[in-house]
């Protein structure tokens, strides 16, 4: 027992393994330098080198690995969500759920994609008559909406013709528009089976060249993406508009994009004793300037006529290395400097699997259990117990992960942790939603259905909250409570709730035309946003802490989402808004003033306000 008084546990062995003898990592050591200490000088060298070279061959392979498939994930990260809001749209046009002569219900649903989808610029719809209706996000972020007649546009009757023989939507090629090169989606709208109408989803691409840039940070190298083999789609210099770039010429030469490196990548070899042997991507060297740098790209399809690369180029130096371990050993023949040498190689490789454990350790310390895998076991006996004591501490945290607010916690962790928590007054503003109706709404109805019909709505809402950095502070039946200007510091807090608010309503009537498509009542939802002080920080006992606000302006909060039960006791949605939010909103909210209202709990009337959705 130790000293402290805490008392060991034997981790126990796992069910069906056999107990086998395993050596401890100071006999192995022990061992291991006893007979390094003994080999001639000659083969010390032969394995150095070779060991080297072959470590540093897997280091280029890990970087590279890691490099196309940063890249890859983020270019379907970036485009995927367009794609599937475009699917949305053709099922519910194909449904039935939507009409494409229905103008005003067409722009809620094209509204609500834009508003939902930050990738997406523009969308535009039209039928086989060549009515239009467009739907484009403004340069701050505001949507707007166009209707029109295409029947003398000659691109666009083109367009129709190849789209109508589509099965499913395809990748057009790049266009410039508004300053900005975009991707297109084509999408063909059908309903029983016929061509009703069109879709074209334009999505901006400049994101990938900030996401290039970050890479190229940390790589100390350059990232980029190029359409065939002289177009620059993506690159550092390219996180803004390029003098060069017009609807004639959407995406800049690779000539012309200001890296002198990058134009050499179809000239670069394979490199010598590296194999790429089972790794889906391209690996080469060049020579400029008397400096060596190496290539890594991946070649993708399926996003216009031509291919993409994604990857990076940054300098090798693995033959330095190599060769200046070679000079230094030759010239180095003291037993110290060998012992050392070979001490250095072994410590790495009983380091891995303790990497593997810090690494992973890291990314439970952020929460983020999705990327974190289990150790394989080990033949020796310290590492085996780690491994098993690792792979016993991520099965339990995962079992409790689902009731831990992840975001929440992380940026608490970020701040600080729970030693950098104190209880504050802070000025907030706080989102109340409740479901109109909800007792009626349910009645009959299964628990099993109740619980996942809140899971999905509350899905939606909550949804809304993280797109706007919210923290969802707590569920009460059927209503969320989230606030906004905690733990992070938020000067536009009321800009922010009453965003969110926005997208839960077209969230809402969204999901209320599937639930019409199944024979289902809509959700009515009432909402109410206050902004005002309240004391913020972990509310409990040590038992059971909460990170909470509590205050008569969440009272307050509470109320005016209760005051839409009167003041708009059949609507869809109702928002409603205080005096004190009001005044922080700019001129892209549309508010209408409903009255001065006395709130229960508060002395003097209060000036409440409806957000137009």
């Keep these: 027992m130790p000293e402290d008084g805490r008392q060991l546990t034997k981790i126990p062995e796992a069910k069906g393994r056999a107990r086998i003898w395993r050596p401890t990592v100071t006999l192995v050591l022990a061992a291991s330098m006893a007979f ?6 000659v083969l010390v060298i032969t394995i150095q080198v070779s060991a080297s070279r072959k470590n540093t061959y897997e280091l280029l392979r890990e970087v590279a690995s890691l490099i196309v498939e940063y890249m890859d994930r983020s270019l379907r990260d970036h485009l995927e969500p367009a794609q599937a809001q475009a699917a949305f749209i053709a099922r519910q046009i194909e449904s039935g759920g939507f009409d494409l002569q229905d103008r005003a219900r067409l722009r809620d649903l094209l509204v609500g994609a834009v508003a939902g989808t930050p990738q997406i610029a523009a969308l535009l719809t039209w039928d086989k008559d060549f009515r239009r209706f467009a739907v484009w996000r403004g340069p701050d972020g505001s949507t707007g909406v166009l209707e029109g007649d295409f029947s003398d546009d000659p691109l666009i009757r083109a367009a129709s013709e190849e789209m109508e023989s589509l099965q499913e939507a395809v990748w057009g090629e790049l266009v410039f528009r508004e300053g900005a090169a975009r991707i297109n989606l084509r999408q063909p709208l059908r309903r029983d089976g016929e061509v009703v109408g069109f879709l074209v989803v334009a999505i901006a691409v400049q994101d ?17 993406v190029l359409q065939g ?7 550092p210099n390219l996180t803004s508009s390029h003098p060069e770039q017009s609807p004639d010429n959407p995406v800049v030469h690779i000539d012309r994009v200001g890296d002198v490196v990058l134009p050499e990548i179809w000239n670069a070899r394979p490199i010598e004793g ?15 300037a008397e400096q060596e740098y190496a290539f890594v790209y991946r070649e993708v399809t399926g996003y216009g006529s031509k291919p993409w690369y994604l990857g990076a180029w940054f300098q090798l130096t693995a033959d330095n290395v190599v060769d200046r371990l070679v000079r230094s050993i030759e010239w180095s023949l003291a037993l110290l400097v060998l012992a050392v040498a070979a001490a250095f190689l072994l410590g790495r490789l009983i380091a891995r699997p303790i990497r593997r454990v810090a690494e992973g350790t890291a990314r439970i310390g952020h929460l983020d259990l999705a990327h974190v895998d289990t150790l394989g076991p080990s033949r020796l006996l310290e590492l085996d117990n780690q491994a098993q004591a690792f792979n016993a501490m991520l099965a339990s945290l995962r079992s409790f992960e689902t009731y831990v607010p992840r975001r929440l916690v992380t940026r608490l962790i970020r701040a600080g942790g729970e030693q950098a928590v104190t209880s504050e007054e802070r000025e907030l503003t706080i989102l109340f939603t409740d479901i109109a109706d909800f007792t009626r709404l349910s009645e009959n109805t299964p628990a099993a259905e109740v619980a996942a019909f809140l899971n999905q709505h509350f899905g939606l809402l909550g949804a809304c909250v993280e797109a706007e950095d919210g923290t969802v502070d707590k569920f009460i039946g059927d209503a969320l409570m989230a606030f906004w200007g905690a733990p992070d510091s938020q000067p536009d807090t009321a800009v922010r709730a009453c965003r969110a608010a926005l997208a839960m309503a077209a969230a809402v009537t969204a999901d209320n035309q599937r639930r019409k498509a199944e024979g289902k009542p809509p959700v009515r939802l009432r909402i109410g946003i206050h902004t005002g002080p309240v004391v913020v920080g972990n509310i ?12 008569d302006t969440v009272n307050s909060s509470q109320r005016l989402e209760a005051l839409g039960k009167d003041l708009g006791p059949d609507e869809e949605v109702i928002i409603l808004v205080s005096d004190a939010t009001a005044k922080r909103l700019d001129h892209r909210f549309k508010l209408d003033l409903a009255g001065r209202f006395e709130i229960r709990g508060k002395s003097a009337a209060l000036e409440v306000y409806r957000l137009r959705t």
């Design 229 to 235: 083999r002289d177009r620059v789609i993506a690159h």
């Design 36 to 41: 390094l200490v003994l080999l001639s000088v």
């Design 540 to 551: 409990g006992w040590p038992g059971r802490i909460n990170y909470t606000i509590v205050g």
């Design 274 to 288: 590296f194999s790429a042997e089972g790794f889906d991507a391209k690996v080469v060297r060049v020579v400029l």
């Design 208 to 224: 990938l060249s900030a996401l290039a840039a970050d890479l190229s940070a940390v790589l100390d190298g350059t990232a980029f």
